[in-house]
């Protein structure tokens, strides 16, 4: 009992004091700390995996002191994005969950603290990290414009120019949720694809997610988006209302929902002919240009048992 609690706290000084080398790197190193940032919340994920949650609160809060003491306060934005992160993948390893549920809680996570940080600096700081983006890239659109301009753009091209732009702008204003939750869940995939197979060379047992192929999303996904079509068929909503942006970010969401279930029948039709991987990805790279098609597909496939009837059907082929 001595020597595991010994261990344990060797663990966690050792893990801590990586984090907080990592995070000095991170605030301090140009171009690696790109590398280093991405690897900042595994040392919380592997001691979080070993031990259970009220150590692993315990170890979170040290390294939260220690790099704060590194990095000093700017630190904190990262080390508050990352330590939650590594926590949510460490604690779902421990706990045995699927990989599924751990990566939907640790986007969750990310995600949150993501939120709280944004209404944090407007609160304290008055600074709108959104809003001072949208003006920056106005301003290089304007500069853009101008450059044509005095290149000899006509007026019918400057203002073809000034319009498209106009209407980039108000689809980035609207779509800015959306974007921010995918974007954040592609980031948390991209840094479990980067943890997982180095927690299990450190011989931590993480879970895998099961086939792509076998993706179903809930049919009440399906009865969200009929809702979401009829609603903005029979009401008008005007765009830069509150309700225009809620349903366009909803019908977007959940039509990208229904794009990847679609691609997911693909990969579960090409198996079920036994065709060869590189059929796989050629139909993936094609499902993009023919998204509204795939778009169908899914919704078929989520309505519909039609994968049942494939099985079936080869099932019966073999006989």
Not at 20 to 29: D, P, R
Not at 210 to 233: G, Q
Not at 280 to 303: C, H, K, N, R
Request: proline letters at 5%; charged letters at 10%; aromatic letters at 14%.
């Amino acid at each position: 009992m001595q020597n595991q609690q010994t261990r344990q706290l060797t663990q966690g000084a050792m893990m801590a004091a990586i984090f907080a080398v990592l995070t000095a790197i991170s605030m301090n190193v140009p171009l690696l700390n790109v590398v280093t940032t991405l690897f900042l919340g595994l040392p919380i994920a592997w001691y979080s995996a070993k031990y259970p949650w009220k150590a692993s609160l315990l170890f979170a809060v040290v390294s939260l002191i220690l790099s704060f003491i590194v990095g000093g306060p700017l630190s904190l934005p990262l080390t508050l994005s990352y330590i939650p992160l590594g926590l949510a993948v460490g604690l779902s390893i421990y706990y045995r969950k699927s990989k599924l549920f751990m990566f939907m809680c640790s986007g969750i996570v990310l995600l949150i603290s993501t939120v709280l940080q944004y209404v944090a600096s407007i609160v304290l700081f008055g600074i709108n990290v959104l809003e001072e983006s949208i003006t920056l890239m106005k301003e290089t659109y304007a500069t853009t414009g101008n450059f044509l301009e005095r290149f000899g753009a006509t007026a019918v091209q400057m203002e073809d120019y000034n319009e498209a732009v106009k209407q980039m702008m108000f689809s980035l204003e609207t779509l800015m949720p959306t974007l921010l939750v995918a974007s954040i869940f592609i980031l948390v995939w991209l840094m479990l694809l980067l943890y997982l197979p180095i927690l299990k060379r450190l011989g931590i047992a993480v879970p895998k997610f099961p086939p792509f192929r076998d993706m179903k999303l809930p049919k009440s996904v399906l009865w969200y988006y009929l809702i979401v079509v009829l609603v903005s068929l029979l009401t008008d909503l005007q765009p830069g209302t509150m309700a225009y942006m809620t349903f366009m970010n909803a019908y977007v969401l959940l039509q990208l929902l229904l794009f990847l279930q679609g691609i997911s029948f693909y990969h579960f039709y090409i198996q079920q002919e036994g065709w060869p991987k590189w059929v796989a990805v050629l139909v993936t790279i094609l499902a993009i240009p023919l998204q509204s098609f795939t778009t169908i597909i899914g919704i078929v496939d989520l309505g519909f048992d039609i994968r049942g009837w494939v099985k079936r059907a080869h099932e019966f082929k073999g006989k």
